[in-house]
């Protein structure tokens, strides 16, 4: 086999060109199939591209959705922690205004 980047002859079982670092093998992020080109899946028919990009957006939402959660539970702890000092309005004024969450 020949590195389709700099025309080096390497065995067929090698994942990247010894010589320009080039990936010779590309294996699909949906079903593992290994190929010898990128872009989309010879097996499955899915767009690497477009795939990555999914589940990268995926987990930014779950992450962000996360921190959101964490945000609210410190402002309800603080506004605990300060009851005696402030007789509760603000804790008061959270738990009216703040928006009912479904599981």
């Not at 028919?45 to 962000?64: L, M, Q």
């Not at 402030?86 to 928006?99: F, K, Y």
Request: hydrophobic share 30%; charged share 30%; aromatic share 6%.
């Amino acid at each position: 086999m020949r590195c389709s980047k700099c025309d080096t002859e390497v065995p067929d079982t090698t994942r990247f060109c010894p010589r320009c670092h080039a990936t010779l093998v590309f294996a699909c992020p949906s079903c593992k199939h290994e190929q010898r080109h990128g872009g989309s899946c010879d097996n499955c028919g899915v767009d690497f591209f477009k795939y990555i990009t999914a589940v990268v957006g995926a987990k930014k939402d779950r992450s962000e959705a996360a921190r959101e959660r964490m945000e609210e539970r410190a402002s309800l702890m603080k506004n605990i922690l300060l009851l005696p000092f402030n007789m509760g309005i603000p804790l008061l004024r959270q738990l009216l205004t703040s928006p009912k969450r479904r599981g």
